[in-house]
């Protein structure tokens, strides 16, 4: 529910007036996109420098953002388990530093200068949106530490086979994507906005009971899992062909934005496939 609410605040929908209205105008310029056999392969995706150079810079940085929540999250897990005094809190407080950055983080899009001739891209970000940036990193990092410490003294395979599940569902909903034109899965995004209020408004709801009521349905809690994996696979696919427009369409770069967009999307799967593990084990 934490990384969602980052999802809903900067959904990569970029107006909000857009999803009330339908006034999207990515459908009108949908454009044809050749497959990888294709014979022109100067129109080709794998033969577009700037454009594998961009997508590359991206996966980097996504890998160097869950590097950095990794780091973070097995801190505080070593802090919970050693009886580090306010280990816990500092780990729960981990949960307001996340959203209060992803709230201030600014939307901008960075300093770019493009050499075509050697197919290179440098991206120049101010300091405060870097640190904005880290904080969500490291805040969600810590935010996990009591999720992934019971993991560990419950079923401790669970957190490499949620990881490698992670990944594996992220690299075909993008392999996926990568078949689609343009603008293709642009018409997904109201649908997608309304699912994660939805979800959002369901961790709440269930959160509340837990506290008003007591216990939940595991049932429930799986439903909600699988709702989630489903979401956030069908945000990534979204997130891969929004770059890609943008870039064809407009030459918009936001290295650093887009790879929050899927450290996000893959720490919320990776929860939710890691909770599946958990309750399958109870």
Known sequence: MLTACRRITRLPIRSIRGIATGSFNYESSVKPWPSESSKDDSKSI??????????????????????????????????ITSGVPYAGLICTGGIFVALWSAFKFPEESPTVKIDEQRGTIEESNTTERINYANGIYIGTGLSMAHILTGALATVPSAIPLAGLLTAGTMGGM??????????????????????????????????????????ISPEIIFIENIAGVGLFS???????????????????????????????NFLNIFVRYLQMFKSKDH
Request: net charge positive; proline share 2%; charged share 15%.
């Open 234 to 264: 069908a945000i990534t696919a979204y997130d891969f062909n929004r770059i890609i427009t943008e870039f064809t369409e407009e030459k918009k770069i936001d290295t650093l934005g887009n790879a929050t967009h899927f450290h996000l």
């Open 46 to 79: 794998y033969s577009d420098r700037l454009l594998r150079t961009y997508i590359e810079n991206i996966s980097w940085q996504t890998g160097k953002a869950l590097g950095t929540t990794g780091l973070a999250a097995t801190a505080g897990v070593a802090g």
């Open 174 to 215: 993008i392999h996926w994507a990568k078949r689609k034109s343009p603008g293709e899965l642009s018409k997904w995004g109201p649908a997608l906005h309304v699912g994660l209020w939805s979800l959002v408004c369901t961790n709440l709801g269930m959160l509340a009971y837990h506290f008003m009521v007591g216990g």
